[in-house]
């Protein structure tokens, strides 16, 4: 088989989507199969083949040229399937790594406190938006189509509601983790050096790690450092935010609750896992998530993780590996979980069975069911000419 994949781009600090597609091709051309990537910008990772897809710099002229000509490219070049994510109007396996575009922009609204006025006024005059409702309805509105990989049986439900005449080509396949690769011994010493450096060994580290804070729960995380519970804990909580960083209003919100001398933001990590080597837990929020990476990799590296249900990791962690809280938005909630996680005992325990949840959901089985269905999808597709 020769994959192709169509995937925008590819900067070196990856979200989860782009994370797992890179993941994918490398993981295709071990297994002796081929593998294209149509792309804006960037370069494939080694033995796989680069195609650049000239496109207008402005959008969504930029995603619709690429979409339609990226899967052109693909086909052209011999690949059997065309594997996507997004920016597809045509393929043959669509994987919606972000789910479902107006339940992703709704919840992004929930998380912000409303949409704002320039936000509001760049839906009436803009057409992005648009463009990803089309191409999404293209691929899922059907009973015909792409074979749709959903990360999480979550996400399959919400696509299912939304577009029940796929229901027939609708597969699940939850996200998985490189254990090996996030292996918490091997970076405890890297770790422990970072979190000196942050002259925070004395107080309870809590991870919140995320492209995008306010949709991940930052809000929530801030207010639950004021929450009367946790003041009362016998060691002081710390929240490092890492990736992406804090609008200004909620540094504001921090000053006002006097906690802001407990937030420390520390930017982008190009290898996250001395990250989560010098923290105590991952808090995690979120408002939208279908099947968060980062909280696959925190149990890998035996992290207790809070998370809420709007996020298709609690499949994967049930009743085990930290605390799902009742809805995101609630404070309160987050800071009983710390509490819970403060005792040391419980979250060694809840440390031990992180590590185990990520290793019954490691990245190689999950990519190579994702790789079996592309094959099965490949074998079905009539030759061209």
């Not at 992005?128 to 979550?154: C, D, N, Y």
């Not at 921090?254 to 080597?277: N, T």
């Not at 995690?284 to 998370?307: F, K, Q």
Request: charged share 25%; proline share 6%.
């Amino acid at each position: 088989m020769k994959l192709g994949v169509l995937l925008d781009r590819h900067d070196g600090t990856p979200g989860g989507a782009e994370a797992h597609t890179l993941a994918l091709v490398r993981r295709c051309v071990a297994a002796g199969d081929a593998a294209a990537i149509a792309t804006l910008s960037g370069q494939a990772p080694e033995g796989v083949e680069t195609i650049h897809v000239p496109a207008p710099r402005a959008r969504p002229e930029r995603d619709e040229a690429f979409a339609r000509d990226g899967a052109r490219a693909l086909r052209d070049a011999g690949c059997d399937v065309v594997f996507a994510i997004r920016h597809a109007l045509d393929c043959d396996v669509y994987l919606p790594h972000g789910g479902l575009v107006d339940l992703a922009r709704e919840r992004k609204d929930l998380a912000a406190g409303g949409a704002g006025l320039l936000t509001r006024l760049g839906r009436v005059f803009g057409r992005k938006h648009a463009f990803f409702q089309q191409a999404e309805a293209a691929l899922l509105a059907g009973r015909e189509g792409p074979l749709v990989i959903a990360v999480s049986e979550w996400i399959a439900g919400t696509i299912r509601a939304q577009y029940p005449a796929c229901a027939s080509r609708l597969k699940v396949v939850v996200n998985g983790v490189d254990v090996e690769r996030f292996d918490p011994a091997a970076h405890a010493e890297a770790g422990a050096a970072l979190r000196a450096s942050w002259g925070l060994e004395a107080p309870l580290v809590g991870l919140l790690s995320a492209h995008h804070p306010v949709l991940k729960g930052a809000e929530t995380a801030i207010r639950a450092l004021a929450e009367p519970v946790t003041r009362a804990l016998p060691r002081p909580v710390a929240l490092v935010v890492a990736g992406g960083s804090l609008p200004s209003s909620l540094r504001a919100l921090a000053r006002r609750l006097g906690v802001a001398g407990q937030v420390r933001e520390v930017g982008l990590f190009d290898d996250p896992r001395p990250l989560y080597a010098a923290a105590d837990l991952l808090l995690h929020p979120t408002w939208y998530d279908p099947c968060s990476l980062v909280c696959l990799e925190a149990l890998a590296m035996g992290l207790p993780v809070i998370t809420t249900p709007e996020g298709g990791v609690r499949e994967v962690m049930g009743q085990r590996g930290g605390i799902v809280v009742e809805e995101a938005g609630n404070p309160e909630a987050v800071a009983m979980a710390l509490r819970v996680l403060a005792d040391d005992e419980m979250r060694t325990f809840s440390s031990d069975d992180a590590r185990y949840l990520a290793q019954r959901n490691r990245e190689a089985t999950r990519l190579d069911q994702v790789l079996d269905l592309c094959r099965l999808r490949a074998a079905a597709i009539p030759p061209q000419g």
